[in-house]
């Protein structure tokens, strides 16, 4: 069946480490996106890529990285710098012909902690 | 800037009663418009889209939406609800950024629960 599955479904970060959340999609769709989730607080944009080897930050990508080194695959990467990153992380997908009624699909998501 | 209000944070409705779900949202131009539902630990699923014509769109799961340019609002409906329609409900509007709707602007989500 076609998605996209994140793993870990959680994750536990130590205080001064980086942690990787990992998307990957057999949906054959150019464009994927980090979400970053808190409650109460709806779903923020962290970075988003419409093509391989390129991406772009969204609303709030300081302390996150990302790759498009592959089509399918578009990690994340949590830094040390991001001094809050108890969050729910929520990948997604979607085509993009341009006509801006593309579809978006969403992973089942990662809760990340803090040690 | 663009934004989405959704005014009710929690709402609880009794099986089998109607449901509406405000969204306003503020945008310069013909928006597009989402509603997707949200289970506990999953992710986003698409309930309903608009983009233009007729105002009353139908989704998935018997939702309905209607499209208010004069009121800038874009509320969610369901003449009767079920036990699993139970989650968290997000109105969602289109930045469209090089065509692509993926950046979309959320408002932060209202939560439904479902009394017998």
């Known amino acids: 069946d076609g998605g996209i599955t994140q793993s870990p479904k959680y994750l536990f970060r130590k205080e001064g480490q980086n942690v990787t959340l990992s998307c990957e999609q057999n949906l054959n769709h150019d464009a994927m996106y980090w979400y970053r989730q808190d409650p109460g607080q709806g779903l923020r944009l962290i970075y988003y890529s419409q093509i391989v080897n390129d991406f772009q930050k969204g609303d709030i990508a300081e302390g996150y990285s990302v790759s498009r080194e592959k089509k399918e695959s578009f990690p994340l990467t949590v830094t040390s710098a991001q001094k809050n990153p108890t969050a729910f992380y929520l990948c997604?997908?979607?085509?993009?012909?341009?006509?801006?009624?593309?579809?978006?699909?969403f992973g089942s998501g990662t809760q990340l902690s803090v040690l | 800037a663009q934004s989405v209000t959704q005014p009710d944070i929690h709402i609880t409705v009794s099986e089998g009663a109607s449901l509406e779900l405000r969204c306003n949202y503020s945008?310069?131009?013909?928006?597009?418009l989402f509603w997707y539902v949200q289970s506990p630990g999953q992710g986003l699923q698409l309930l309903l889209k608009y983009f233009s014509g007729d105002t009353l769109v139908q989704g998935i799961k018997g939702f309905e939406a209607e499209f208010k340019r004069s009121q800038s609002s874009f509320n969610l409906r369901k003449p009767s609800v079920h036990w699993s329609d139970a989650a968290e409900y997000f109105c969602?509007?289109?930045?469209?950024?090089?065509?692509?709707?993926?950046?979309?602007?959320f408002g932060k989500g209202t939560k439904l629960s479902v009394k017998p």
């Open positions: 945008y310069g131009a013909t928006p597009y």
């Open positions: 969602a509007v289109g930045a469209g950024y090089g065509g692509s709707q993926g950046n979309l602007i």
């Open positions: 997604a997908s979607s085509t993009t012909r341009g006509t801006g009624d593309e579809k978006l699909f």
